[in-house]
């Protein structure tokens, strides 16, 4: 099995708290419909804009708003290039809201089908990649880094998947999804399109764990600030052979939850100014009950009547209106039942 080394870190502890407490704000707001429609509308508009960025795309945003709002008929490379990352992210909101998916061969396969379509020859998507590459510096011209070879690409990526099949049940979503993130750019298994998949399969990811702000957030844009501190935190340099033993994951995810938090902080802020629903602001009594979990993981039903002084029935009414929003978990039964994140 695929086993990263890592180190959680106070700075990589710090962001995934920070993460958990802003989606978890987040998650407990009420919007008006078509506040929500809007900036999901948006950011698939800044995704789609972002990610192929990175890959070269010069269009800019407002270019990109345009096609998206009304794609002409015949479309060039860099056009296609968005709008297919705009229907892929659409096909993948489609899929989450049947319930949770799971990546697998055929799911990456399909994606790179998706981002590449029309703009790669038919052999060329929807599959594994049968010869090797060389990925090159586009300033000198020099060789950088060579990727797995064909015959070892579908055992690592088993061997990826397996990883996060396991890790799900124990090991914090961001991180799972940092380390697959990186781990599907150093395996390489496409002619092109690599990158635009991973960050796909990082957004499937993180969506399947619970941060459900994945329509409205663009980590993409983060990456996108500084594309060249991108590669050189995701890539490996030299040969894949001779650095595999060697492979550290955690400058990485330090710096990919930290693009986690600089996007929620932005949507964040952007929402606070939006006109909110009479019941969007947490009553108080819900409030305490939520700042007690961030700072010590869990809560009782004693814990909490002693913060709020409130009845057992309404009590019971506040734990049972957080847990039908997903938003806290009973774990537990009778006197040692208690609730988390």
């Known amino acids: 099995m695929f086993e990263p080394k890592y180190q959680v870190t ?7 708290k920070r ?7 987040l998650n407990l707001r009420s919007y008006p419909e078509v506040v929500l429609v809007r900036y999901e509308a948006r950011a698939r508009q800044i995704s789609s804009h972002t990610s192929t960025s990175i ?51 055929d799911l990456i396969k399909d994606i790179q089908f998706r981002v590449m379509k029309g703009i790669l020859p038919e052999g060329k998507i929807g599959q594994f990649r049968r010869e090797p590459v060389q990925l090159m510096d586009p300033r000198s011209g020099g060789i950088v880094y060579l990727p797995p ?6 055992p690592l990526l088993d061997n990826m998947i397996d ?60 990456y996108n600030k500084n594309v060249t501190k991108y590669f050189l ?48 602001i947490l009553p108080e009594q819900l409030q305490k009950m939520v700042t007690y979990i961030e ?15 409130r009845s057992k029935a309404s009590r019971t009414i506040d734990f049972k209106k957080l847990t039908d929003k997903g938003l806290i978990k009973r774990v537990g039964k009778g006197k040692n039942t208690f609730y988390r994140f």
Do not use: C
């Open 19 to 25: 993460i958990v407490s802003i989606t978890t704000e």
């Open 55 to 105: 890959e070269g795309n010069v269009l800019p945003l407002t270019e990109v708003k345009r096609i998206l709002k009304s794609a002409p008929e015949n479309l060039r490379e860099s056009e296609r290039e968005v709008v297919n990352y705009n229907d892929t992210l659409l096909w993948l909101d489609e899929k989450l809201k049947k319930g949770s998916v799971d990546i697998s061969l």
């Open 149 to 154: 070879d064909a015959k070892d690409i579908e």
């Open 10 to 16: 106070n700075g990589l502890l710090e962001n995934i």
């Open 163 to 222: 990883f996060v099949r396991v890790a799900k049940k124990e090991v914090d979503p961001a991180i799972i999804a940092g380390l697959t993130h990186k781990q599907f750019v150093i395996i390489h298994p496409f002619i092109d399109g690599n990158g635009r998949t991973a960050r796909l399969l990082s957004k499937i990811l993180l969506a399947n764990m619970g941060i459900d702000t994945f329509k409205l957030f663009s980590f993409e844009n983060y």
């Open 233 to 280: 935190k995701v890539g490996v340099f030299g040969d894949y052979y001779e650095k595999r033993e060697f492979i550290d994951f955690t400058e990485w995810l330090t710096y990919f939850t930290e693009g986690i938090v600089d996007e929620l902080l932005r949507v964040k802020g952007e929402l606070e100014k939006e006109t909110v629903s009479p019941d969007s």
């Open 295 to 309: 700072k010590n993981g869990f809560i009782n039903d004693a814990i909490y009547a002693g913060l709020t002084k």
